[in-house]
């Protein structure tokens, strides 16, 4: 009995109420949508439909040529490059992105990465990956965060294209400020040298997808790919950022 008064004591409410059968835990939390806050009935998924409906997809990853492909490929060799959806300033789906990269939601991460891998796997454009790399953050940035975003987008991406994500080979050597406090040009000038490879040879003559979050200007995705095709024995990339700034 005094082994399970302490028990309970270590906990906090919301664990409490997470232990307690499914049926019960939705009573007291029923599922929200993370974009719109409203409430979903059962088997709705992560994202209600009104705002699956809604979200600005880009549909890139059926294009070959399509504009962030173009953008990427004018600094670093690319086989393909696409982003899922538009970030766009006031949309809450970038609030969204806020929510799982500032706020702790990282299992909506997760999630919309699996959406976009099941995009990638239907477009038949990324069928022949080896390995899903994520763009690795500074142990500084990591140890203050506690997780990296970028990491659990690679994880629904493989879970929908069934391929392995592999991280500890691409580092992030320098600590840099955070790119959305850095103006246009500046930003490249930020990332120059960040990155590392380590056991290069682990990735000789295979193609890579490398995965981010945001791209914007692109100058991360650009340090971190530039640095693979720098360091590696014929390794192809290609690019899957989650969203893509106007």
């Given at each position: 009995m005094v082994a399970g008064r302490y028990e309970f004591n270590r906990m906090n409410l919301t664990e409490f109420f997470k232990r307690l059968p499914g049926d019960v835990y939705r009573l007291f939390f029923p599922p929200v949508c993370p974009v719109c806050d409203r409430s979903m009935p059962e088997g709705s998924g992560f994202m209600c439909a009104l705002c699956r409906f809604e979200i600005p997809l880009t549909g890139y990853w059926n294009e070959p040529g399509n504009p962030v492909t173009e953008h990427l490929a004018a600094h670093i060799p690319v086989r393909q490059a696409s982003a899922f959806f538009h970030y766009v300033p006031g949309s809450p789906y970038r609030e969204l992105v806020h929510r799982f990269k500032y706020q702790g939601g990282w299992r909506y991460a997760r999630e919309m990465g699996e959406w976009y891998g099941s995009c990638l796997a239907g477009s038949g454009l990324y069928g022949d990956i080896d390995f899903i790399v994520p763009v690795p953050l500074h142990r500084r940035k990591l140890l203050k965060r506690g997780y990296n975003q970028s990491e659990y987008?690679?994880?629904?991406?493989?879970?929908?294209?069934?391929?392995?994500?592999?991280?500890?080979?691409?580092?992030?050597?320098?600590?840099?400020?955070?790119?959305?406090?850095?103006?246009?040009?500046?930003?490249?000038?930020?990332?120059?040298?960040?990155?590392?490879?380590?056991?290069?040879?682990q990735f000789k003559g295979k193609h890579i997808l490398l995965v981010d979050d945001v791209l914007t200007t692109g100058s991360t995705l650009v340090a971190a790919g530039g640095e693979l095709v720098r360091t590696v024995e014929d390794v192809s990339i290609s690019i899957a950022a989650l969203a893509v700034a106007e």
């Open positions: 987008i690679a994880e629904g991406i493989s879970r929908a294209l069934g391929v392995p994500v592999r991280t500890g080979n691409l580092l992030r050597l320098r600590h840099s400020r955070s790119q959305t406090k850095v103006e246009g040009h500046r930003r490249w000038d930020n990332v120059s040298g960040a990155f590392g490879v380590r056991q290069p040879e």
